[in-house]
């Protein structure tokens, strides 16, 4: 029912053989899953080699004969979704048809992508003289490291690898070892659907050990790292040796503004549902709510009664609403979170507890009466519990969301054309909903400013990212 859990190097499937490994852990029940061989140094020099000559391969290959293969890896996962739904429901707990909404939106990146790829058009810049063209060109970076956390198991993944594929670049992936199966059934979809050996690698290991050996080979030019922000900040020290390029999409703290013109039982049902999702392990989950007075108690009540409605359980299980937390790290986050805001005069509404005693359970937590400078409204949540305070006016909100060195996503609810366009304006992040929460599409770009990284995954910047420009003047 769960994957065999292998390395994928040079075309091949490669499981334990004495490696050393690690077990993988059901969060619902603590039960293990599998256990997944991590890679040798020798393995790493393996992957490394396949890569560049992966690279050479497909470099080479045409963008029109690249994106056939990534439309046959998006038939795949799209037949495969059932089991690799069940298979990312069981490693990392999320409910099922959030997994299934994952595993289809992975293969939707893939089709754009490989749309996109045919369409790396470069430019002709009329020149100073008669007879000489200038010609702008898009080329593969080469050999790409790319790194993922386990909030998403298929869908990070998909961004870096469907991007990179898509502008001639080969890839080696370091998936968690945490949640590995979800990344191993879309490699096999690449794989089974014809990619040419080497071009797509799959590792695991200890994450600091593959990073440090990766990142500074001659044959990697670029690094994509997904997670938080000091693993971010040590991987980009560890890329600037190397003077390599670099996309990070780190952690945020997503301010969601309530003004008192918005609907507040709609604003409440709709943010409500997507700070719950995935137990709230989003980096743009909704994580600090600035409501106006005037309705503040109105869009509390709702809240609450949303949060309060959430059915916890396995994500396998019908009628579950909200799965358990990934992994033990985060139930003692959490209480930690809720500690020191009860120390600071919090007050819990609702939730604030571990649930039950066997899985990694948190239960949906509302807590109002925070200071600003509570642990809550100032360290990425990543988890199930929502702050609540009032404020007063749009100069003082602004100040407030944008405190923060963090600047992923923020989110606004008015009924005003004026404050949606200033608020739009004004807050300082990478991606901003306004009366929406829908910032996170294939065709979209998707990244931060300010700690919370640089560069962007999705939309046609998503593809660039993977490119270097080249300018050849031609006399
Ligand atoms: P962490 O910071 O140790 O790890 C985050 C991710 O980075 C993991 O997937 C881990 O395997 C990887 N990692 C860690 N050290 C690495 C290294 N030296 N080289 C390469 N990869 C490395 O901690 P964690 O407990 O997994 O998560 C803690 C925090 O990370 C969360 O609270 C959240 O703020 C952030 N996070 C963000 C995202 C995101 O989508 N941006 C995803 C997961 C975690």
Redesign the pocket.
Known sequence: MYTDLKLFIDGKWLDGQGREGEDVINPANGKVLGHLPHATTADLDAALAAAEKGFAVWKSTSAYDRSKILRKAADLLRERHEHISRVQTQEQGKIYAESRAEVLTSADIIDWYAEEGRRAYGRIVPGRQKGVRQLVLQEPVGVVAA??????PTL?PVRKIAGALAAGCSVII?A???TPGGCIELVRCFADAGLPAGVLNLVFGV??????HLIPSKAVKKIS???????GK??AGLAAKGMKKVTM????HSPVVVFADADAEKTADTIAAFKYRNAG???ISPTRFYVQEQSYNRFLARFTEYAKAIKLGDGLDRGTTMGPLA?A??LD?MEAFVNDAKNRGGKIVTGGSRHGNQGFFFQPTVITDVPDDAKIMT?????PVAPIVPFKTFDEVVERANSLPYG?AAYAFTSSGATATAIGDALQAGMVGINSVAISTPETPFGGVKESGYGSEGGIEGLEAYTNVKFISQA
Do not use: D, M, Y
């Open positions: 790194f993922t956390p386990w909030n998403f990070t370091k968690s070892e945490e994450p600091a050990r593959v990073s440090e790292f997904t997670g938080s922000i000091p693993v040590h991987l999409e780190l952690g945020g392990q989003v980096c992994n790290r985060r986050a360290e990425e949540p990543f988890g992923l």
